[in-house]
């Protein structure tokens, strides 16, 4: 893979997501001088004797205590037997004391993630970091050396001090690190790898735990993975569209035109690419039947008899028809599968709305995410240039960019939009397999003639259990700081927590919506079949034919029958007539990727395999590939 140039500014998500999955880095030799500048002016600034934060005073509420020259204990009984100086003491001890994490290890995409993040800002030069110390992480990191971090015990201000100590001591030759497969003590891993462990100099441990890596690094390829499962709703969503014989208005862009939110009209713009070519949304009310239960005497023809299902339509009666008569010269008087209203149910009418509004959320976050990426989020921060100082506090300023609130906030209203995402996908999923809201499909998508078959019944209560998971994870936990350090971090972030949940949350999303396309891939073969199984019926066989599949029909001899049959010549003449019907482009190119995995399913069987393998689809992107392929 090719190496990404790091130079504090130039950072963005997709090289930071090369970064997690292997790529090397390099250290922009440009940037080097700053860095140097920064570190000489603090070596200078300590040589006076000037009190800083971090460096020569002790750190959060132990900032009013000044450090000596040497130790109190010196040449008495207890004193410390270290070679470091009092100041590289500092730094060492911050790094080793606060390594304290819990929790199972993140992978390493996500400790190469944090490892870059961290190198970048330091780039910047405003930290007092030595150039040979960022030498050092950096080829720490290409060395695929991946530090131990347990997962929790970030507060999200002073940064991520905890998960980022454990980066840190492996550099310095503690810790535990995986490398070459192994779980090893890192001092090990060095050695292997052929390195040396770093001395700290001052502020050094502060620079390189003070900042804001974990939650980005987490935040980052949360992202990453939403911008594929937001366009994998929307395939989902137009899947189900077809499978439903859905109406398309409510997507025309002069719709949206009156309430132009950015994703929302860019979702109805896709769903309109996902589905065209199709000849199911649209199609007129009356040529769609719907299923019955297959009988031995349902068909005539082998052929016919090996269909699993049975279909029907009701006959509206003349005389139910008075003051509709208007109605019915423009649609035929057959009752099928879908009802003669305008709309469909919100879950599909209102997609884009919804879709949209989490589409928006997500922009919101990467313009967050963007631009702390190539921020300096450490303290204090050094400006050794800066024209008109006076004091050493003008050029060594204690602020408060390692406070994680602008990516907490960004990752709560994440937290919000995922389970909201995930129900509009189950309720759709819901609505496909009861017999109340599926527009004429089998009850659980199964043609179930003996009464023995359970279908897609239970796969819809994986969904809603999923859903209720992500809803009890969507409290923000940005909204609840328990306060630190004796007080003195009285104020913090959890944007840590935040970042997590977000990560975490998008496997349960992927699985929600791996179920939505299971299902859907079920029942729009059911809805095709039985359209072009009564497109076929009216082909081959006469009115007749096709009157025996209509319930409601006056008798032989009555006087309305001459004038029932001519209507179902009507309906007959217009099925035949029609070309094979099918599903979007896009749609039908996810449908047969999905199908290559996995068969119909015409009766009862295991299901958890073809579950495994929906959501694999998914988080492989494969389903999203084939449609992206056929749509564009």
């Known amino acids: 893979m090719k190496p990404i140039t790091l130079d504090g500014r130039g950072l963005n998500r997709a090289q930071l997501a090369e970064i997690a999955l292997g790529a090397p880095v390099r250290l922009d030799p440009a940037q080097m001088p700053a860095v140097q500048r920064a570190a000489d002016f603090l070596a200078d600034q300590v040589k006076k004797q000037e009190p800083i934060y971090g460096v020569s005073t002790g750190f959060g509420s132990n900032a009013d205590k000044l450090l000596g020259a040497h130790r109190l204990r010196t040449g008495l009984p207890g004193a410390s037997e270290s070679s470091d100086s009092v100041l590289e003491e500092l730094q060492h001890n911050l790094i080793v004391t606060h390594a304290v994490c819990v929790g199972e290890p993140f992978p390493a995409d996500v400790v190469r993630a944090m490892m870059a993040i961290r190198i970048n800002t330091l780039m910047r030069g405003h930290s007092g970091i030595r150039p040979s110390v960022l030498e050092a992480m950096a080829a720490l990191l290409n060395a695929g050396i991946v530090p131990v971090v347990p997962r929790k015990g970030s507060v999200g201000a002073s940064g991520d001090l905890a998960p980022l100590s454990h980066l840190a001591i492996v550099l ?16 090990e891993a060095l050695r292997r790898a052929g390195l040396a462990p770093v001395k700290l100099s001052h502020k050094e441990g502060l620079a390189l735990n003070n900042g804001t890596a974990q939650m980005l690094a987490t935040a980052v390829l949360a992202i990453e993975k939403l911008e594929d499962l937001l366009d994998t709703a929307d395939l989902a969503a137009a899947m189900t569209l077809d499978a439903f014989a859905g109406r398309l208005r409510a ?8 309430r132009p939110h950015p994703g929302q009209v860019h979702v109805a713009a896709n769903l309109r690419r996902l589905l065209d070519g199709s000849s199911l949304a649209d199609i007129a009310y009356h040529l769609v039947p719907r299923f019955r239960q297959w009988q031995p005497e349902s068909w005539a023809t082998p052929e016919q008899q090996a269909l699993g299902f049975d279909i029907g339509w009701d006959w509206v009666p003349f005389s139910q028809r008075h003051g509709r008569e208007k109605f019915y010269q423009r649609f035929r008087p057959f009752r099928g599968g879908k009802k003669h209203q305008p709309q469909d149910s919100y879950s599909l009418r209102c997609i884009p709305q919804v879709h949209g509004a989490v589409r928006d959320a997500l922009e919101q976050a990467k313009r967050v995410i963007d631009i702390e990426l190539n921020a ?6 050094l ?5 008109g100082a006076r004091e050493i506090e003008d050029q060594v300023v204690s602020a408060g960019h390692f406070h994680g609130m602008p990516l907490a906030l960004a990752m709560s209203y994440l937290k919000a939009a995922i389970p909201v995402l995930a129900s509009i996908s189950e309720r759709r999923l819901n609505k496909l397999v009861d017999p109340a809201t599926n527009d004429g499909l089998p009850p659980f998508l199964i043609g179930n003639e003996d009464g023995t078959e359970s279908g897609f019944m239970i796969v819809q209560y994986t969904a ?33 927590n935040e970042g997590r949940h977000v990560l975490e949350m998008t496997a349960d999303l992927a699985q929600v919506l791996g179920l939505e396309l299971y299902t859907a891939a079920q029942a729009l073969d059911y809805r095709r079949d039985m359209i072009n199984a009564a497109r076929r019926l009216a082909r081959e066989a006469d009115a007749e034919a096709l009157a025996a599949k209509v319930l409601g029909a006056p008798l032989p001899g009555h006087p309305d029958r001459p004038g029932f049959l001519a209507e179902v010549e009507a309906l007959r003449g217009e099925l035949a007539a029609a070309g094979e019907f099918q599903p979007g482009r896009a749609v039908q190119a996810a449908w047969a990727a999905l199908r290559e995995a996995i068969p119909f ?31 564009d």
């Open 383 to 387: 400006f050794p240039d800066l024209e």
């Open 464 to 496: 809603a259990a999923l859903v209720n998971d992500l809803a009890s994870r969507a409290h923000p936990a940005s909204v609840y700081s328990i306060p630190t350090s004796a007080n003195a971090e009285d104020h913090v972030s959890m944007g840590a």
């Open 376 to 381: 300096v989020t450490d303290n204090p921060l």
């Open 601 to 631: 399913m015409g009766r009862d069987r295991a299901m958890d395999g073809d579950v495994a393998t929906a959501v694999r689809l998914v988080e492989e992107g494969r389903l999203l590939s084939a449609a992206r392929a056929a749509r």
């Open 251 to 258: 997507f025309d862009p002069h719709v949206h035109a009156l």
């Open 172 to 187: 310095l030759g503690g810790g535990e690190a995986f490398y070459g497969g192994e779980r090893l003590p890192g001092a």
